[in-house]
């Protein structure tokens, strides 16, 4: 059993910058391939960022190309986002989301090729 606990959310103004982390506990995190999806109010939850347990390979939503960044510390079992430049269509609830079922040759970029999700942690950026 994995679990996934979401931080570093909060309130920041447009241009600003925040870093989540995603702490995983249970499981073998250095095979798993992680993936962080958000949810803004009223809509479904979309594909931001993912990495390969290697952290060799990453793929990225267009939205966020050049802006955010995945990576993760195998040592401290955390994927993080970084993410600048942050536009108040980046409000949203971020959530983490981890792959246990087995190894793919790519980042995975679909909410059902995952297997875990946090509670998720809330980013608004004010205008």
């Known amino acids: 059993q994995v679990q996934l606990v979401e931080s570093g959310g909060g309130l920041v103004q447009a241009g600003g910058s925040l870093r989540l982390s995603c702490a995983a506990s249970?499981?073998?995190?250095?095979?798993?391939?992680m993936g962080w999806f958000r949810q803004a109010p009223g809509k479904e939850r979309t594909f931001v960022a993912a990495?390969?347990?290697?952290?060799?390979?990453?793929a990225y939503a267009d939205s966020v190309k050049g802006r955010f960044t995945i990576s993760r510390d195998n040592a401290k079992i955390t994927v993080y986002l970084q993410m600048n430049s942050l536009k108040p269509e980046d409000t949203a609830v971020y959530y983490c989301?981890?792959?246990?079922?087995?190894?793919?040759?790519?980042?995975?970029?679909?909410?059902?090729?995952?297997?875990?999700w946090g509670q998720g942690t809330q980013v608004t950026v004010s205008s």
């Open positions: 989301a981890a792959r246990t079922r087995g190894w793919i040759p790519r980042a995975p970029i679909r909410g059902d090729e995952y297997d875990y």
């Open positions: 249970g499981g073998t995190f250095f095979r798993h391939a």
């Open positions: 990495i390969t347990w290697s952290g060799s390979s990453t």
